[in-house]
């Protein structure tokens, strides 16, 4: 299966500013997708991308396919952002998503 | 639009025990995911159906695991004889018919298991 590589690990924040996260994929997707895990555990989509770029309010996301990564960006971050960015890619052929180890974001006040 | 639901929410069993945890996908979503995650790391793939069928099923899933989705619509995930390795959150997922394969999956609130 595919191998998915997430960075940074940790990212602390002061409220504001902006950031990149990135996902790194070992094999082609024609699923990926960006969450939120919520404090409870809950997996909240944010970007289904499997190539291109899209924006939703503050947030935007970038993949190149044929490079194999996408990237996540947050603008202007709120404390509300704080939590855990996981990103998942599905292999051509094959019906799982395989996750990232994730990245754990503070945006501090 | 209802998403999809899990029940229970959590659960606290004593090692050797049996469990079962449902997970009632999108109502016209024929495509349903069993996920594990435990402390610190990203969700496991655990099974995958379409429809009633179990079409995949990852080397995570013991022989004291076992999933069914009898009529297509609600499934139920079955742990025999519990160790406390078991503990982890459970994640359900499903899908609709996506493009070219690669169908956005939606996931539950997850049913948080602890073995003592």
């Known amino acids: 299966g595919i191998q998915v590589e997430q960075s940074p690990p940790d990212l602390i924040l002061q409220e504001g500013a902006n950031s990149t996260l990135r996902c790194n994929f070992s094999d082609s997707v024609n699923n990926l997708q960006w969450f939120h895990q919520n404090p409870w555990g809950q997996l909240i989509n944010l970007f289904y991308i499997p190539s291109g770029t899209k924006q939703n309010g503050r947030l935007s996301a970038t993949t190149v396919a044929t490079e194999r990564y996408s990237l996540l960006y947050i603008s202007s971050s709120q404390t509300t952002d704080s939590g855990v960015y996981f990103c998942a890619g599905k292999e051509t052929s094959g019906s799982r998503l395989t996750f990232g180890e994730g990245t754990q974001l503070t945006v501090n006040p | 639009d209802t998403g999809v639901s899990q029940d229970p929410r959590h659960k606290i069993t004593k090692r050797g025990q049996n469990v079962t945890f449902r997970c009632d996908p999108i109502?016209?979503?024929?495509?349903l995911y069993w996920y594990r995650q435990t402390l610190g790391q990203g969700p496991e793939f655990l099974t995958y159906f379409q429809n009633e069928a179990q079409l995949e099923k990852s080397r995570l899933l013991s022989d004291r695991f076992s999933a069914e989705r009898p009529k297509g619509s609600f499934s139920t995930l079955e742990i025999q004889r519990t160790e406390q390795g078991d503990s982890a959150m459970y994640l359900c997922?499903?899908?609709?018919?996506?493009?070219?394969?690669?169908?956005?999956?939606?996931f539950g609130p997850g049913t948080r298991l602890t073995v003592l």
């Open positions: 997922a499903s899908s609709g018919r996506g493009t070219s394969g690669g169908a956005k999956q939606f």
């Open positions: 109502s016209e979503h024929n495509r």
